[in-house]
């Protein structure tokens, strides 16, 4: 048995699983390991220093697996912006042909991507970017929900709105993401009308993943309470772990402080050294409520079937028993 979707017939992977670009996370072995399992993995660009270090782990990526794989390319409002053209000729120069974008208008990077028989998934966080995304031309959305670790917008819809909102505007695949960690939430994803489920958080807590083994226990000992947003007062939202840095940031932020005040706390090279090093209070670090549902550490292989199988008996036998065929209606 399999679950086919739009999603899967689309972007041409077995199952209607993604693993989206994570900053720090989104490397080769993980991206591997994911496409090995028949879900769709991500490499993200901007983890890599450089583009040519970009082309280098595409590279590796590929010695790891023959399957598709994609790049996530975050566009953010920068002081000192990466070269984001060099990066998006090394992914058309790398034959890669699926793209995630996500972070601001995908428009000016469509006709080059499109030009080289490239699909991109957009990510976005609310109904109307995600209208405004497919009326551009991208070939599928990935919408965010308030549960979701990073950037979940200002809007603080929860999926359970958000998603069945965006599909009844929305005619391309569609993956959602914020909250997804298991057969449940694929499910309740497909019954929403979403073609898939896109997972951050789920799949950082793996063997593959290159995060410091610290966080990913940190992961299964906490519980759907334990994220901070910080930046709320400043309109950018960012929901991470709840850790003596990010509650200080809270804190400042609440009392009046601005930007300047905290961004000796909140610097990325701190929230990596989370990540290599496995000091939790190290910095700030990303991840989503859905922490409160992961209880163990698999590997790719082992996650992405038992949920499939767990979806596929969800769905032919509890969900099919419940439903009674009355005497005189047609079955």
């Known amino acids: 048995m399999a679950i086919r979707t739009k999603f899967t017939e689309v972007f041409g992977v077995e199952h209607p699983i993604a693993q989206g670009g994570m900053q720090w996370v989104g490397r080769a072995e993980l991206v591997a390991a994911v496409a090995n399992a028949g879900a769709l ?145 694929l499910v309740a994803a497909l019954a929403l009308g979403a073609d898939g489920i896109n997972m951050g958080t789920r799949f950082m807590c793996t063997v593959e993943s290159c995060i410091h083994q610290n966080v990913k226990e940190a992961i299964v000992a906490g519980d759907e309470r334990g994220t901070e947003l910080i ?50 209070d190290a910095g700030i670090w990303t991840v989503g409520t859905v922490m409160g549902l992961i209880n163990d550490i698999p590997t790719c292989g082992e996650l992405v079937s038992r949920i499939v199988t767990e979806a596929e008996e969800l769905i032919t036998n509890r969900l099919a028993g419940m439903v009674e065929v009355k005497a005189g209606s047609v079955a």
């Open 41 to 185: 993995g991500f490499i993200t660009a901007l983890t890599q220093p450089t583009p040519a270090d970009l082309a280098n782990e595409i590279a590796k990526t590929r010695d790891l697996t023959d399957k598709p794989f994609g790049v996530n390319l975050t566009i953010l409002p920068s002081i000192n912006p990466p070269p984001y053209d060099e990066y998006r000729q090394v992914i058309v120069d790398s034959g890669i042909k699926i793209v995630e974008t996500a972070g601001s208008n995908p428009a000016p990077h469509l006709p080059m991507f499109h030009d080289n028989g490239i699909k991109v998934l957009h990510k976005c966080t609310s109904v109307r970017h995600a209208v405004k995304a497919q009326s551009l031309g991208v070939d599928g959305i990935s919408i965010d929900g308030f549960e979701c670790a990073g950037h979940p917008g200002e809007d603080d819809v929860p999926g359970l709105v958000l998603i069945p909102a965006a599909a009844n505007q929305i005619e391309i695949p569609m993956i959602a993401s914020g909250g997804f960690g298991d057969a449940r939430g």
């Open 231 to 280: 930046f709320r007062p400043l309109r950018n939202t960012a929901r991470v772990a709840s850790n003596t840095v990010s509650r200080e940031v809270v804190q400042i932020l609440n009392d009046g402080g601005q930007f300047e005040d905290v961004k000796d706390l909140v610097a990325g090279v701190r929230g990596r050294k989370v990540f290599d090093d496995g000091d939790l």
